[in-house]
């Protein structure tokens, strides 16, 4: 499995962004995507995932409400779409594959075995 993540940039507070991740693996409906993200001096977090083949979503507290993940799987691919950014937004962020196991989403960033290279979000005040 092969993530390629793009769409990062810099925007002011206020601003949006749409983040793109482009998975290269044979059997794309049984994965769950992740979107996590990591600022400098802290660890990576959770920020959003998908089921494919259900299209059930989960998203941590802090962007409920402003980001949405969604998913295109003719294209293999899934997208972060972030408004009424930030500065606290401010990380890099990576989109993370595995295959779908049973029970909740993984929220945690250890359960995720495939991981996009990052793309900086940098939110001005």
């Known amino acids: 499995v092969q993530l390629q993540a793009s769409g990062g940039g810099l925007v002011q507070a206020g601003g949006s962004l749409r983040l793109s991740c482009a998975a290269s693996?044979?059997?794309?409906?049984?994965?769950?995507m992740g979107w996590f993200r990591q600022a400098p001096g802290k660890e990576r977090e959770f920020v959003a995932a998908i089921r494919m083949n259900s299209g059930t979503i989960v998203y941590a507290n802090s962007v409920k409400g402003r980001f949405t993940i969604s998913r295109d799987a003719a294209k293999n691919e899934v997208y972060l779409q972030m408004s009424s950014l930030k500065p606290e937004d401010t990380a890099v962020y990576y989109c993370?594959?595995?295959?779908?196991?049973?029970?909740?989403?993984?929220?945690?960033?250890?359960?995720?075995?495939?991981w996009g290279q990052g793309t900086q979000v940098t939110v001005s005040s």
């Open positions: 993370a594959a595995d295959y779908q196991q049973i029970g909740a989403l993984r929220v945690v960033a250890r359960a995720y075995s495939y």
């Open positions: 693996v044979r059997t794309f409906s049984s994965c769950d």
